[in-house]
């Protein structure tokens, strides 16, 4: 088993060893443009070497200064992309103080996190275990347990009570002529019918033994209800004697300033989450700002760009075949000179062109790699992994994880569901926030604001025995501990 602190720390020299090697990969990789781009303005040189020869042979003004000013053009661009390329390398740095300097202060926060929440934790259990010592609380609690166990008894009497009503009513209610009576309110303050239907409703009722029929009915009927009517008063009985227990547990947390401990918990984690929010931009700015400098290693800058244009078209002005056709058949060295210089520079640039394949492309792998442990650290920061109270278990091979990511070799997605899966909290549960007093909801390493790990009741392995504020501890109500 390793710590969230020793994963993330893990982390972290893994990116700043990656973060060397880009460095080192873009120096080469810049080193070896560099060479290509020589090659290129010696081949744009002699090319302008040749073309003013023949310009001086032909009177062709026109090509001369056509050509010139190519060679011109490159060495202004690549005068701009030397200043882009310092003022790349500045930001780099300052990026990278800034992130260091964020880091710090959320490392601060975080620890501050820490110490408040295990005086939380302790503060909150003193807290329990003197309000259970009281007169008032043993008394609010056996009137609490009292009546749920009252009300829970009328329930189930009142469940009772209704199953034997549509056992018992079924022979009522199955003969047509006592329904009918009864539907009709034979008997009763509001029956209603003339003489004659009056006589034979009367002969009816005498038939079937109505009234003592009716008045049984009516007892089955009423008893139910009756009993499910004093159920509920004692539901609401019990309820108003859990919310004074709860309200007696809150007023013991706010005199006792537990409710101002997690007030600070609850400002500290905000701060924790806005640094990491500037952290996550600047380490965007940074990673920008490193896909700029290769962009410029690699020549695929919009300076580069210019002066490649500007010499190409220079170049295309004679193949190697044509300059040393033409150079032969003069009596002057100067343009067998230029056509040695251009073939010498077009073979250079054919030599290069293999090591900077490979340049590249080790350059944007060092760079994927980056971009895959930054992401992961990313992920560890926002779930706040790296705390004093996170652990992974031994089922996870960290080593074999961080290396894959690294590597490539394990997609980012598995590689973090691995990690959630084996990653637990050591703090007991329940002493979160926000959500209920303490707890119950929008837990922070849960999927809520702060990503820290979900808990039940805010008193975490207390003494009291109840579903409320304190957790898995003594109390009995749903309410602030």
């Known amino acids: 088993m390793t710590t969230g602190r020793k994963a993330y ?33 010696e081949e744009g040189r002699q090319t302008a070497l040749l073309a003013k020869f023949r310009l001086d042979e032909l009177a062709a003004q026109r090509v001369g200064q056509s050509l010139g000013s190519a060679e011109r053009e490159a060495m202004v661009q690549m005068a701009h992309k030397q200043v882009a390329q310092e003022r790349c390398e500045q930001a780099i740095q300052a990026s990278v103080e800034v992130q260091q300097q964020l880091e710090q202060q959320r490392q601060q926060r975080v620890a501050e996190s820490d110490a408040l929440r295990q005086r939380f934790e302790r503060e909150h259990l003193e807290v329990a275990e003197r309000t259970r010592a009281t007169a008032q609380w043993q008394a609010l609690s056996e009137r609490a347990d009292r009546l749920a166990g009252q009300a829970a008894l009328a329930d189930e009497k009142a469940e009772l009570a209704e199953a034997d009503r549509l056992d018992k009513g079924k022979p009522y209610e199955s003969d047509r002529l006592f329904v009918y009576l009864w539907q009709r309110r034979y008997g009763g303050a509001s029956y209603r019918a003339g003489p004659l239907v009056r006589t034979l409703d009367g002969w009816v009722a005498g038939l079937i033994g109505y009234k003592e029929a009716a008045r049984n009915y009516r007892l089955l009927v009423a008893l139910p209800m009756h009993l499910r009517r004093h159920a509920e008063d004692l539901r609401k009985q019990s309820e ?25 918990i609850v400002a500290l984690d905000q701060r924790i989450d806005a640094l990491a929010a500037q952290i996550g931009e600047e380490e965007q700015k940074h990673a920008a700002l490193l896909q700029q400098r290769g962009e410029m290693a690699e020549g695929r800058d919009e300076y580069t760009r210019k002066a490649l244009a500007a010499l190409t078209k220079a170049i295309e002005q004679a193949s190697t075949d044509e300059l040393r056709r033409d150079s032969a058949a003069t009596p002057s060295r100067v343009d067998d000179s230029a056509a040695i210089g251009i073939e010498q520079a077009r073979q250079s640039r054919q030599i290069l062109a293999g090591d900077l394949t490979a340049a590249r492309r080790e350059h944007e792998g060092v760079m994927a790699s980056l971009q895959r442990v930054e992401e992961l650290r990313r992920r560890f920061r926002e779930r706040q992994y790296d705390s004093g109270d996170s652990e992974i278990d031994d089922g996870l091979d960290w080593d074999d994880v961080l290396g894959g990511v690294m590597r490539g070799v394990l997609e980012m997605g598995r590689a973090w569901e691995r990690v959630q899966r084996n990653q637990r909290f050591r703090m007991p549960k329940g002493i979160d926030f926000p959500g209920g007093i303490f707890g119950g909801g929008g837990s922070r390493r849960s999927g809520g604001s702060s990503n820290r790990g979900s808990g039940g009741g805010g008193f975490g392995g207390g003494g009291f025995k109840g579903g409320g504020g304190f957790g898995g501890g003594g109390f009995r109500s749903g309410g602030g501990f």
């Open 9 to 41: 720390e893990d982390l972290n020299r893994q990116v700043d060893a990656l973060r060397r090697q880009a460095a080192k990969a873009s120096s080469r990789l810049d080193e070896l443009t560099r060479r290509d781009e020589q090659a290129r303005a």
């Open 240 to 264: 108003a004697a859990q919310d004074e227990l709860a309200a007696l547990e809150t007023r013991a947390l706010a005199d006792s300033g537990v409710q101002a401990l997690e007030e600070q």
